[in-house]
């Protein structure tokens, strides 16, 4: 049987110019044929939908329900894609394992957007008076970038590095509805349960992001996000916790109305201003 990449060296010896060029992309981005849609890849290289799907069609690939990719079985193989195509050279070594991980993470996040503790986590975090975000260790980094990406969209959100004083400013903070966003490496748990567990004395709602299963944690937050592990690091996948991120900033942009996206443009003009000054 020939195999998906026998088709693709095919078409770019003997297709026509928007074929070749769809095969030559496809070889060069494999991981895009089960992610990518037909009209998103017709808009990367300015070609119309239609050609897109008639050529996946000619490669038996439903356009509407791309297959996922697999070793064997007809789609790209590591040794196939070292092979040499018409001036084309893909390196013999590369590796789509990592990839097809993140495509299956993201696939997940589709799923968590869609849930009802997804809509009451993102409702809190666009009506809370104040938010807060805390994580420890390898995750400290998503959240400074959680924290950051909802400033862009509503005031009162602060990182909590714990050693400015944030850790104070939630606990002895007396304006109700405030909550508490927990990023959880399953690491730290203990510390961030305590946290929690301090914040819902004080009153706070908390929102906790996860990979595991944690009865005691899961207990003290309201609402709890379970997303998915990279590998075996034992940690949140980041590209699904960027997308997560993602998702709930244009959810709170939404709930915020109109002044989000002013608040957007007025922080986008002083990063301008800011960045020509330098």
């Known amino acids: 049987m020939e195999t998906l990449f026998e088709k693709f060296n095919n078409s770019l010896k003997s297709g026509t110019p928007a074929e070749k060029r769809l095969a030559r992309y496809y ?37 509407h329900s791309a297959p996922v990719l697999r070793n064997g079985g007809g789609m790209l193989k590591t040794a196939e894609r070292g092979e040499a195509a018409n001036g084309f050279a893909e390196p013999a070594q590369r590796d789509i394992a990592p990839a097809r991980d993140h495509m299956d993470a993201l696939r997940q996040v ?32 998503m959240a400074v970038y959680l924290a950051s990406r909802l400033g862009v969209v509503r005031d009162g959100v602060r990182n909590m590095s714990g ?38 004395h004080a009153g706070h709602h908390v929102v906790l992001f996860t990979h595991a299963a944690l009865p005691d944690m899961e207990q003290v937050c309201d609402y709890v996000i379970h997303g998915p592990m ?49």
């Open 110 to 141: 589709q799923a968590i957007t869609t849930g009802a503790q997804w809509r009451g986590a993102v409702d809190a975090m666009a009506r809370a008076s104040e938010v807060y975000v805390a994580s420890l260790g390898q995750m400290l980094p």
């Open 230 to 278: 990279q590998g075996a690091t034992g940690c949140l996948d980041p590209v699904a916790l960027v997308a997560l991120t993602e998702a709930a900033v244009a959810s709170v942009s939404a709930a915020q109305g109109p002044f989000a996206a002013e608040r957007a443009g007025r922080i986008a003009e002083l990063q301008r201003f800011f960045s020509e000054s330098a």
């Open 27 to 63: 070889m060069e981005h494999p991981g895009d044929i089960s992610y990518e849609t037909a009209a998103s890849v017709a808009d990367r290289l300015d070609l119309s939908p239609m050609t897109v799907g008639r050529f996946l069609r000619s490669m038996n690939i439903d356009p």
């Open 163 to 200: 050693g400015d004083g944030t850790y104070l400013e939630l606990l002895g903070n007396r304006r109700a509805n405030c909550l508490l966003v927990i990023i959880d490496d399953h690491l730290s748990t203990n510390r961030l349960q305590r946290l929690a567990i301090a914040a819902r």
